[in-house]
C-alpha cells in the first residue's frame, strides 16, 4: 500500500453539512480539485452511498467509509473528514437504519484488492472506541496523519507532501 497518497491536504476538520450528499460532495470536490479522481467521482460516490450505505454504529463514534468503483479514481487515496456536527448516514447491511456519523474515511483505491486490505485495516481502528475519540478529537491534520499513518502501516508513501 505504498503508493496511496496521504497527506494533510486530504484531511478536513470541522466540515459543516446537513446531509450526507453535502459532506460526500465536499470531501469528493476536494479531491477532484487534487486531480486525484475524476470529475465522475462525486456522483458516483453519492450513487453507490444511495444502494449500498456504509454507515458503521462503532463504540462511541460512528464512522462512515463511502467508496466507488475503481475508474472513477486517478490516484489512489484515503481522505478523512471529521464532521463538526454528526451526519446521518445508512448503516451498512441495513439501509433502513440511520447512524449519527462524526468521521469519515473516503476511500478511492484503484485495484479492488488493496480496498480490501485497507478495509481490514482500518476496522480494528473502528474496534477501538478509544482510537476513534483520540481522532476526532484532534485539531491538529499532522497529527491525525502520524496517528493514522501508524495506525494503518504505511509505509512510505509517494506524494506525501503534495
Known sequence: MSDIYFNESI????????????????????????HLVQ???VPAIIERE?????????????????HTDVEHVIQKN?????????????????????????IIFMLAMDEAHSQLSLLQKLMQIFQDEN??????????KKAIKRILEEKLNFQELEGGNK
Not at 27 to 34: A, F, H, S, T
Not at 131 to 137: G, Q, T
Open 39 to 41: 470529475p465522475s467521482f
Open 78 to 102: 484515503i481522505s478523512v473528514a471529521i464532521l463538526k456536527n454528526e451526519v446521518d448516514f445508512g448503516v451498512m447491511g441495513d439501509d433502513s437504519e440511520q447512524v449519527p456519523v462524526k
Open 131 to 140: 482510537e476513534l475519540r483520540n481522532l476526532v478529537n484532534q485539531t491538529d
Open 50 to 66: 444511495k444502494e449500498f450505505p456504509t454507515g458503521l454504529p462503532t463504540a462511541g463514534v460512528s464512522v462512515a467509509i463511502p
Open 11 to 34: 484531511i478536513l476538520l470541522d466540515v459543516e453539512a446537513e446531509t450526507r450528499e453535502e459532506v460526500l460532495t465536499t470531501i469528493g470536490d476536494n479531491l477532484v480539485n487534487k
